[in-house]
Structures are given as C-alpha cells and as structure tokens.
C-alpha cells in the first residue's frame, strides 16, 4: 500500500509543543507522509511565552502550492489549523479548491479561541471567514468556543451536558448533514473527557471518552486533531479515528513531566500510535 500523503497548513512555532512541531512527528509516526504549508514561522507560541518572533509566511504559500502543482503533487487529506489572516483563509481555500479529488479528505481544525473567549488576535471579520473556509471541509473539530463561533451562538447557549445536547449541537455544526463534525471538550462524566462525532456518511452519532487528566496542558487540541487526522487518512471509521485521538492525548497527559508551557510529553509514545493503527487494521 502506498503511504498516505497529507498537506498541513498551520503555522510553526520553533519551540513549545503546538502546530506543526505536532503535525509532522504525529503523522509520521502513524506512517503517513506529512507535506508542511507553513504560514508562519515564530520562535514560540504564545501561551505561556512572551515577546516571540513572528514571520509572516502568507506571500510563500500560493508559490508553494503552484510549484505542488506543476509537479502533480496528489494529497490524501488537506489538514488545516490555525489562520494569521483572512488573506491565509482565502489562500488555503484557494489550495483546497485546486488539490480537492474524490479520495481527499478535507479536515479543518477551526483554531480560533476556548474557555468562551476567541483568541486575541481574531477580529469578527476573521471568525467569520473561518467559518466560510469550514464550508468546504469533509470533517471539522471545534471545541466549544469554536462551536459558538461557527454558529453566531452565544457561548452560554452552547451546552454539552447531556448526550441530547451534544448531539443537537454537533448536528448544527454539520450544516444540513453535508460534512462531519468531532466536537471536543465533552464531558458526561466528571472522569472523562472526550468528543461527540457526527458522522455525514451515515448520519450516526457516536461519543468517545478517556481519563480526565486534571491540568492545562498547551497543544492538546492540535495533537487531538493530528491523531484524527492520521487515523482517517489510514482508512479508520470516525469514531475508531476519534477514540483513539481521546485516549492517546489522555495518555500524553499523564505522562507529562515538562512545564505546562511547553506542551505535551508525547514524543516517547509515539510508538504507540503506530502499533494503534495496526491491531485496528487487522482487527
């Protein structure tokens, strides 16, 4: 079987775990080959570090794509995360337009805010061009924040307490059934956490869940997407492709042994997404 290929637009962030310092060693080790579109370039992220470097990578991405395409370079999935601009929104639109085929997932991880707040450098103008950008996705992961966002709701409206509201929330987020949805953030229990999944293929919802790891841990949401987006593109259903996202982060989470600033310990367990994949293949 031929490795998977997937295009990752996000931004990378020289130190402290989050983006692209996931993605690659994410992907890779689940045996899919990842193809960085990086927006920008900053000597850290920004939670927990102050004064970083940023470089503004915006005028490198349709060269990029163009040369991609000159060379009839063909993608399993396009995977995107965090956006600096409208102008990176409408590029990668743009990307996925041209490299869209029948066999290429779209998985876009709508990066725009948490805990009820967007991030501080989302205007309005900009939650509402992600939210065009979502328009074209096969599958999104929102957390909550995002979820109200997406939807010009009120974050206090947005309640996933019981199983009928997140399933009435993550059926809105999937515009008429026409894409998936992994819903973050969903706690039934107060010992788990995990994610609702609305499936567009066959219209079933399903809840995964893992052990609730007390603390805040920084790239979290873009190793759960990573994990999803490697599992999908390996041929798992989604949510085989979701729990395993769930409990890999929980594990990483309790693994943690570096300052929370610095993201997730997950490098030494890596090795257990590969091994994952597999029994699930021959299961």
Known sequence: MPVPRVAAIHDLSCFGRC????????????????????????????????????????????????????????????YTGFMSSQEQMALTADFI????????????????????????????????????????????????????LLLSENYENIHLDTESDCRRWCEAL???????????GVSLTPEALGAVCFDHKTGQT???????????FHGTGDLFASVLTGALVKNLSLPEAAQLAASFTSDCARYQ??????????EPLLWRLGKSIEEERHA
């Open 257 to 266: 042994g570096t300052p929370c600033r610095e993201g997730l310990d997950f």
């Open 97 to 148: 337009r041209n490299f869209k085929h029948p066999n290429c997932q779209i998985i876009i991880d709508p990066v725009m805010g948490d805990h009820g707040t967007p991030y501080r450098t989302y205007t309005p103008a900009m939650c509402r061009a992600m939210a065009e950008l979502a328009s074209l996705a096969d599958v999104i992961t929102p957390n909550r924040t995002e979820a109200a």
């Open 174 to 184: 999937s515009a008429g059934g026409r894409r998936s949805v992994v819903l973050k």
């Open 19 to 78: 983006s692209l310092t996931i993605v690659i060693p994410t992907l890779s080790a689940m045996g899919v080959q990842c193809c960085p579109l990086p927006t920008a370039c900053l000597s850290t992220h920004t939670g927990g570090f102050q004064n970083n470097t940023f470089l503004d990578l915006t005028a490198q991405l349709e060269p990029i794509a163009s040369h991609w395409k000159a060379e009839g370079v063909i993608f399993d999935a396009v």
């Open 206 to 216: 399903d809840f995964v869940s893992a052990s609730r790891i007390p603390g805040q």
